[in-house]
């Protein structure tokens, strides 16, 4: 059974930092692609940064670029999201996604809230 979980979200002021985990169970982590996607309340979900299986980064949303970095440690089957200079436009679930082969995985998500 396949299981992303991710975890690090909650409530930041404006300019401030959070690093969200994604930890995957049931897949060859080292051979998927591992994304992270956001959808703020009303909005449909946007892709926000890719990392592919073998660690090269190809993808981040414009508005995020320079603020966020995704990361991946192969070794603890977990991706990363750093998030630095947040602002409330941030404000969004964030899940997590996996691609191995024909094959996706949505984890639960979790809330990011940016507000003073």
């Known amino acids: 059974q396949v299981q992303l979980v991710e975890s690090g979200g909650g409530l930041v002021e404006p300019g401030g930092s959070l690093r969200l985990s994604c930890a995957a169970s049931g897949i060859v982590f080292s051979s998927a692609a591992m994304s992270w996607y956001r959808q703020a309340p009303g909005k449909e979900r946007v892709l926000v940064a890719t990392?592919?299986?073998?660690?090269?980064?190809?993808y981040y949303l414009d508005s995020v670029k320079g603020r966020f970095t995704i990361s991946r440690d192969n070794a603890k089957n977990t991706v990363y999201l750093q998030m630095n200079s947040l602002k409330s436009e941030d404000t969004a679930v964030y899940y997590c996604f996996g691609r191995q082969a024909w094959s996706s995985y949505w984890g639960q998500g979790t809330l990011v809230t940016v507000s003073s």
């Open positions: 990392m592919s299986s073998a660690g090269g980064v190809t």
